[in-house]
């Protein structure tokens, strides 16, 4: 820390505490003979009273204020999120002046009301609510958008309507912060002078009251209005330090043995048509897919800003379509809002409730079965953990609760975005094996994003390969890897050894000078170029293999080696075990023709 930093900050810490060490050691001074006991119990009464009404009526429409500032854009939130603020920044005797010019006596109001918005106890209300509120929206408007809004838009696909999300989702996340701005709004109101003063001078507020104490008997008839003013403040500021950060975890109610497995989850295997038509700009960036089948595993494969999770929100409502339309089983779901579409979504931070348990986060959803619950909390592995906040889970067991979240109410389509995204290797591998199973059992349809050409291979049987927001291709599986339409699917795909070649019937193609390659797949017209790959899991080193390839490199690989060699015009990656080949060389290779994958070149 530099050296200055102390003094500087020390200098201003003592000059705003030594007035209160000063007023503290004074108090003994104060003339208490002097003081109209009765009219100083009215003044603080009336203080109090007003203040607690401000902050009432700023609670009720300051929240939902600061709520649009947070979750609005454009210009027009901007500008009013600007306008309520001005009050911080106004001197409190033009507030003062200004509230005149709205409820005054010769205002259209004051007219109205017959002067009954001033020189009244309703006065002092209106003056203190227009110079406190912004407090509360400031820090109401903070604590919203500090909220992550994939809890908002999974609560929607949890059949929530926006009120219910508001209710139980964001005022929950949001009440700490707010809770200390309606504590500071209220101090504000109950200390405010200058407006109160030209808008109501009667009757007497605290402040007011202090103001003519002072003018007519001087300053030791103010000091016994001193320490309860004081302690008052300090108790309320004590209070706002001491708020928890976080809403407090409620214990959660036992849940219902299992139940037997309902027909939705029977893994009945019915052919449920989705057909899928979305349209969507976003600033330069333009979404248009078109994509229909009736295959239970469905996935959306593509590289990170190619469109994959937007496609989702567009399934589950969560985002508007420009365009197009969304259909499952004849049903069009375009029509539906999030609440009513029966679609489950797990976003791909899980979108976990930090104020529920797990035990409340099952149970959130609308309709949610609470026996169902019991059942896949002890599907997942889950007991022992219903008390727990998100917070003290690992992420594995957060994106459990997640996917059980998602199947505790009926649900015909599910979404997974990129559900094993923040795991390691191992976890993910099993989590990977644990959702495959799950598919089995469920009769629904689930269409999983990810960039990872292995979970979409296991996971999908039907894939779309998705860049910058258009389709690159789509069909079975099997078919897309085996056959990727040009390189660019083949390189999403994760095509590892990629080179060029020429068909030249039988089955082969032309890799170099007079090497040519076999392949499972019906070869295309002779003297068409074709794009090629290979994994290194496909090709062995084997002595006397029916390819003879040189040895470029050999390097160590864990308990095996990594081989680069040349075969014809193409360089391939070889892996194996054992004594390497000598580098410079010769080996002979295997290649599996099945693990040959295969596409036109332009």
Not at 566 to 585: F, H, I, K, N, T
Request: glycine residues 10%; positive net charge; contains cysteine.
């Amino acid at each position: 820390m530099p050296a200055a930093l102390p003094w500087l900050a020390g200098l201003l810490a003592v000059y705003l505490i030594a007035p209160l060490a000063a007023g503290i050691a004074a108090a003994s001074a104060a003339d208490w003979r002097a003081v109209d006991t009765a009219a100083l119990a009215r003044a603080a009464l009336t203080s109090v009273l007003s203040a607690s009404l401000a902050t009432l009526v700023i609670a009720l429409l300051g929240i939902p204020l600061g709520y649009i500032l947070a979750r609005r854009r454009g210009r027009a939130a901007a500008a009013l999120g600007f306008l309520v603020q001005l009050p911080l920044a106004l001197p409190p005797l033009s507030s003062g002046i200004l509230l005149l010019f709205l409820i005054g006596y010769n205002s259209p109001l004051g007219r109205l009301t017959g002067g009954a918005l001033t020189d009244s106890f309703l006065g002092i209300v209106l003056s203190e609510v227009f110079v406190a509120a912004p407090f509360l929206v400031i820090a109401a408007r903070s604590a919203f958008v500090a909220i992550d809004p994939v809890l908002e838009e999974v609560a929607a696909t949890l059949g929530h309507a926006p009120l219910s999300i508001f209710l139980r989702v964001s005022l929950p996340l949001a009440w700490p912060a707010t809770v200390a701005g309606l504590l500071l709004a209220w101090l504000r109101a109950f200390g405010e002078f200058g407006a109160t003063v030209m808008v109501a001078y009667h009757p007497y507020s605290l402040p007011v009251y202090t103001y003519v104490a002072f003018g007519a008997q001087g300053l030791p008839a103010m000091l016994p209005i001193v320490p309860p003013t004081l302690l008052i403040a300090l108790l309320l500021l004590a209070l706002a330090a001491n708020l928890p950060q976080r809403p407090r975890l409620r214990r959660s109610a036992k849940t219902a043995a299992p139940p037997v497995l309902p027909a939705s989850l029977s893994g009945r295997r019915d052919a449920v048509p989705l057909d899928l038509h979305l349209e969507k700009r976003l600033g330069e960036f333009r979404l248009h897919l078109a994509w229909s089948s009736a295959a239970r595993r469905l996935a959306i494969l593509g590289p990170s800003g190619s469109g994959k999770t937007l496609s989702l929100k567009l399934i589950a409502g969560i985002a508007a379509l420009d365009g197009g339309r969304i259909t499952l089983a004849g049903t069009e779901l375009s029509r539906l809002p999030p609440a009513r579409r029966g679609v489950a979504y797990v976003p791909q931070n899980y979108g976990l409730f930090p104020h529920l348990s797990v035990a409340e986060q099952l149970s959130f959803p609308v309709g949610a079965d609470l026996a169902l619950c019991r059942r896949w909390i002890e599907r997942f592995r889950l007991e022992g953990l219903e008390d727990r906040a998100p917070a003290a889970l690992s992420l594995g067991q957060q994106q459990r609760v997640a996917v059980a979240r998602a199947l505790v109410r009926a649900s015909r389509l599910i979404l997974l975005d990129e559900p094993f995204s923040a795991l390691d290797a191992p976890l993910r591998a099993d989590l990977r094996r644990e959702l495959l199973s799950l598919q089995s059992e469920l009769d629904a349809t689930t269409i999983l994003v990810t960039h990872d050409p292995q979970e979409a291979a296991l996971l999908a049987d039907e894939l779309l390969v998705l860049a910058d927001g258009r389709v690159l291709q789509s069909g079975p599986t099997a078919a897309v890897f085996r056959r990727p339409a040009d390189g660019q699917v083949a390189r999403l795909l994760g095509a590892e050894n990629l080179a060029g070649g020429l068909a030249i019937g039988g089955g082969r193609i032309a890799i170099g000078a007079a090497v040519s390659l076999a392949v499972a797949e019906p070869a295309f017209a002779p003297g068409t170029r074709v794009g090629w790959s290979v994994p290194a899991a496909g090709v062995r080193l084997v002595a006397g293999g029916p390819y003879r390839a040189e040895v470029e490199s050999v390097a160590p690989l864990g308990a095996g080696f990594e081989a680069g060699v040349r075969l014809g015009e193409a360089r391939l990656r070889v892996l194996g075990s054992g004594a390497p080949p000598d580098r410079g060389g010769f080996c002979g290779l295997e290649i599996d023709p099945d693990a040959v994958q295969l596409w036109p070149m332009e």
